[in-house]
């Protein structure tokens, strides 16, 4: 049932961790949520009715990729972005902050905003926080995220409270220009590095604007989990309670349920999508490199009892000559189960946090990766031997 509103309701909690529902014109998002990434308006190596069939009710799509080609102005004379790649339940666009960080050769920031270059031809442009908005509603997304800056860690306080504060600045910026959309969304990002007290003050002068939502940003850039949860824990007091909060590019399978363990509704990352392409795949098992020759002649699927055909169906062995021959049906495949896999995390953590058994499921999930990594070891081990026996006959 949608609403021509947006709406969030928690529907059950346990401990920290919360099972709800975020609804709009274009439909509910049971949250916890993973978005797969629609960087390019594409899923990568997936059709668009396959990535819903998954269970996915959000995908997202990148400000900077899409402003840049092939433009934002075009995909709104072309309909707008859900109509563009043919998908019409909900979409969150990023603002482009972070690929202008991470991409772009050369960049200034400055009060006004972002002058860079190009990754693709060098070409300059110029991304404010109400140019960033302005592309945004081209493209007809649902959520939209502030332009903030997000800095690499580690970094000195200077630096990340030196941009945190400007992305405060930016947010209200934002904030004005995003104005009042029935049916839609405006988050802001709290920033602030790896310090408590910038983090807490980002989140709570972000609360005191309004917001629809909240998301953590500048995460999952190089420091470690313990980091990145003790930065939610420091958060998480200081955030609307009756708003959804949304964890930025996060991440691996056990980054994920452990920031749902601490309070956190939204997610999404390249990794599933990314790993996939190049011969990883994530399963109830733990996660396994398909290069490695002990698959060469291993006939189990990935999981026989994944209800994806890409993980119940194909052999390892099929899928080792797939990867290192290269083909475009590997990448499919690999792909296909890491995000069916990732769809079947978030219902599994949804069912327990409504169950009241979230600790419990997150054990058995943990032991399960666990003793695939046993296996799997075990596995490499008598693989080895068979192949120096093979090399003494």
């Known amino acids: 049932m949608t609403t021509e509103s947006f709406t969030f309701s928690v529907n059950k909690t346990d401990g920290a961790a919360r099972n709800g529902e975020i609804r709009m014109p274009r439909g509910v998002i049971r949250t916890p949520a993973f978005m797969p990434v629609g960087t390019a308006a594409t899923v990568k190596a997936m059709y668009p009715d396959q990535v819903k069939a998954l269970g996915a009710d959000v995908v997202l799509g990148n400000t900077y990729h899409l402003m840049l080609r092939p433009g934002a102005e075009r995909v709104a004379r072309l309909g707008g972005l859900h109509q563009f790649m043919n998908w019409p339940y909900p979409i969150l666009t990023d603002s482009g902050g972070f690929q202008v960080m991470s991409l772009s050769a050369l960049r200034k920031i400055d009060e006004t905003g972002v002058t860079f270059q190009s990754h693709i031809d060098g070409s300059t442009h110029v991304l404010t926080p109400e ?7 081209l493209l007809g997304s649902d959520i939209q995220m502030q332009l903030d800056e997000c800095v690499k860690l580690p970094c000195s306080d200077e630096v990340a409270e030196k941009a945190m504060r400007l992305s405060l ?37 972000l609360a005191a604007l309004g917001l629809k939502g909240y998301a953590i940003g500048g995460l999952a850039v190089g420091e470690p989990q313990d980091v990145m949860l003790r930065m939610i824990e420091t958060v998480e007091p200081h955030m609307p309670r009756e708003k959804p909060r949304y964890l930025m590019g996060v991440g691996t399978p056990d980054d994920i349920v452990e920031a749902v363990r601490r309070g956190v509704d939204m997610f999404d990352c390249v990794m599933p999508t ?17 290069r490695n020759a002990r698959f060469a002649e291993d006939v189990r699927p990935l999981d026989p009892e994944s209800k994806c055909s890409a993980s119940n169906t194909y052999s390892r062995a099929y899928l080792h000559h797939l990867v290192r021959s290269n083909e475009i ?17 978030m219902a599994g953590l949804r ?43």
Request: with cysteine.
């Open 351 to 393: 069912k327990a946090i409504a169950e009241g058994r979230l600790d419990d499921y997150i054990g058995e999930v943990k032991e399960g990766w666990a003793r695939g990594e046993r296996d799997s070891k075990a596995e490499i081990g008598q693989h080895a031997d068979n192949v120096a026996m093979g090399a003494e006959g």
């Open 169 to 205: 600045r930016w947010a209200e910026r934002c904030r004005v220009a995003f104005g009042e959309q029935p049916g839609k969304a405006m988050f802001g990002i709290v920033q602030g590095g790896a310090v408590e007290r910038l983090r807490i003050e980002s989140a709570r002068e």
């Open 131 to 137: 140019r960033s908005i302005e592309i945004q509603g």
């Open 274 to 290: 990314r790993a996939g392409r190049h011969g990883q795949v994530f399963t109830r098992h733990g996660r396994m490199n398909l």
């Open 329 to 345: 049906l590997g990448m499919m495949l690999l792909t296909w189960n890491n995000l069916a896999y990732y769809q079947e995390l």
